[in-house]
């Protein structure tokens, strides 16, 4: 079976190129606005100082990039789409090519397929490159992670069997590590004690937790300890749960563009398991909208090109005006949708595809409003 594609024509090269050129022009503004007033002057500041070397000043630039062509991206294709669009119209160009018989879908395909292009480009950025980043940034900068945890090992009915506190563990060492030993039994809907094991240090190990240097208070029935006893070491959370515990340790204290995608995906599994729901939502939102913001791209791309068609005497400025206001609505509404998955009010399934519809809205509204 032969598979026959559009042909290639010169119209499809001519606009492909005026957009993209159009579009690398206002990611390389966007870029340059977000990065000079804090981030650069920082860095020379820091550079000056001597903290860093001219190669880690360079290298921090550098892998400051991903996160921020992350943002770019859909405003460059939607400024350039819309400016390559405006120009083509105020130049009597569009009225030409309508005057031939090309549609508006015909003439959107060449920005809907840069806009694909960019649109992967964008997902691999979140999937691969930011979290990438972000590693090398801490190493540059020296920076550790540093955990505050409290770990729950629950049994089949939801019943706690122990709570482990951590006050500040770094990587797999742990420091001032409370245990509470909960018993059988349950007074009023309170779950007793029979042991408290406080240690001063603690590792982490794939099958289990060592904690070393340990106090044990023995607690009666009353809730009053009996007992004192020192310990040399202790296992605990073995199996299984020692490795779910580090996990969740680990990932408490990283924000969401720290972890690839597939990552993301069994650490959303893990939470849902631990029954960790605020959390869970919250994760499972950012998870989403790593899929759906790329999408957002090409549609950005066709509201470009919506807003950019012109009469000849029309005002630029309105369809600009527009064109931001939607990119701004954008940026400054997602933590609030993040929230309202957080908090459970609106499901993250909602919270995450809310925007794109809106985006394909507003696109069909101004295809109506435009008479396209």
């Not at 770019?72 to 009225?95: H, N, Q, R, Y």
């Not at 060449?110 to 694909?116: H, I, M």
């Not at 029309?314 to 527009?322: A, K, P």
Request: glycine share 6%; net charge positive.
């Amino acid at each position: 079976m032969k598979l026959n594609f559009p042909k290639i024509t010169i119209y499809d090269r001519y606009i492909f190129k005026q957009v993209a050129m159009a579009t690398f022009v206002a990611i390389l503004l966007f870029t340059i606005v977000w990065i000079a007033p804090e981030i650069l002057l920082n860095t020379i500041k820091r550079a000056l100082a001597g903290e860093y070397g001219f190669k880690s000043a360079i290298l921090l630039l550098f892998y400051e990039l991903p996160k921020i062509l992350d943002k770019a991206i859909p405003v460059g294709l939607l400024l350039g789409s819309l400016f390559t669009f405006d120009k083509l119209s105020k130049d009597s160009e569009m009225t030409i090519f309508r005057a031939v018989g090309m549609s508006f879908q015909r003439i959107v395909i060449p920005v809907v397929v840069l806009s694909a292009m960019l649109s992967v480009f964008c997902f691999l950025l979140e999937d691969r490159w930011t979290p990438f980043s972000e590693n090398k940034l801490r190493a540059i900068r020296g920076e550790v992670y540093t955990s505050q945890y409290i770990y729950t090992q629950k049994d089949d009915s939801g019943h706690p069997l122990m709570a482990v506190i951590t006050s500040n563990a770094v990587g797999k060492n742990l420091n001032g590590i409370i245990v509470l030993d909960f018993s059988n039994k349950v007074y009023q809907d309170v779950h007793q004690l029979t042991n408290i094991y406080s240690a001063k240090y603690g590792q982490v190990y794939d099958d289990r937790w060592e904690l070393r240097d340990i106090s044990n208070y023995n607690i009666s029935n009353d809730g009053i300890y009996f007992d004192i006893k020192h310990m040399d070491k202790l296992d605990i959370l073995k199996g299984e749960s020692a490795k779910n515990a580090y996990t969740l340790m680990s990932y408490s204290v990283m924000k969401e563009r720290d972890i690839s995608t597939a990552n993301l995906k069994n650490y959303l599994k893990l939470l849902k398991n631990e029954n960790l729901m605020e959390v869970y939502n919250y994760m499972l939102n950012k998870y989403l909208q790593r899929y759906f913001h790329p999408f957002v791209c090409i549609l950005l791309g066709i509201l470009g090109c919506l807003l950019g068609f012109s009469k000849p005497r029309e005002q630029r400025l309105i369809g600009f005006t527009i064109g931001i206001g939607c990119v701004f609505l954008y940026y400054i509404t997602l933590p609030f949708f993040d929230m309202l998955a957080e908090k459970g009010i609106v499901s993250p399934y909602i919270t995450s595809v809310f925007p794109t519809l809106a985006f394909m809205g507003a696109i069909y509204a101004f295809y109506k409003i435009k008479d396209m």
